[in-house]
C-alpha cells in the first residue's frame, strides 16, 4: 500500500518550453504532498508543499511563478517548470504524507533535461 | 530552521563487515522523526528504518540498527553483515511533527567491496 506514482520518469524539452510533472497517490489520500530537486551527487532539496485545496507554501529562495504547483484533488499534485531554462535540469521527486507520522511516500522522480 | 549535518561524503566497507554512518542534527523541537534512507542508482528512496524522537529505545530493522543520542542530537545508522546490494547513497532525514515536511543531509555515499 501507500503508491505514489510520478510520471514522465524523464522528460527532455527546448528551453522556453513548460513542462508538468504528475505525482498521483494510488491507494491513498494525500492532503499533503512534497516537491524536491535533487541536482546531481546532491542532497534532495525541498521546494515546496502542496494542499489540497489550497496555496502550496514555497521554500525560500524557490520562484513560486516558475515553478507551479497545483493541488486539486486529494490523489494528485502537479509541478509545471514554465519557460524551462538549462538551469532548471535536474531531478524532482515528490512525496506524499499520509495517515500518521509514519507514512511518507516518494515518487520514482522526473529526470527533466532542458536543451 | 532545522540542519541535518552527515560528514563523511564517502565510506566504504568489505563485504560482510559492519559500518556505521553518522548523522548530527539540530532542532529546538521535542517531538520528531529521524529517517535513514537509501538511494540506489535508480533514484528511489527507499526507507531504511525510522526513530521516534520520544522513543529512547533504538529501531532495528534486521541488519540496520540506529544509535539515538537526543540530547547530543546524534542519530547514526549501523549496517551489519554489509552485502553487496547496500551499496548506494544513504540519506539522513529529519521530519518535524509540527508540518511533516522532510530535512535531508547531505548524503553519505557507502560502497560495499567484494
Known sequence: GAVV???????ICKSGTSVKIECRSLDFQATTMFWYR??????LMLMATSNEGSKATY????????????HASLTLSTLTVTSAHPEDSSFYICSAHWGSNYGYTFGSGTRLTVV | AQTVTQSQPEMSVQEAETVTLSCTYDTSENNYYLFWYK?????????VIRQEAYKQQNATENRFSVNFQKAAKSFSLKISDSQLGDTAMYFCAFMSS??????FGA???LTVKP
Open chain 1, 5 to 11: 506514482s510520478q510520471h514522465p520518469s524523464w522528460v
Open chain 1, 38 to 43: 535533487q541536482f546531481p551527487k546532491q542532497s
Open chain 1, 59 to 70: 521554500e525560500q529562495g524557490v520562484e513560486k511563478d516558475k515553478f507551479l504547483i497545483n
Open chain 2, 39 to 47: 538511494q540506489p542508482p535508480s533514484r528511489q528512496m527507499i526507507l
Open chain 2, 98 to 103: 509540527n508540518n511533516n515536511d522532510m530535512r
Open chain 2, 107 to 109: 548524503g553519505t555515499r
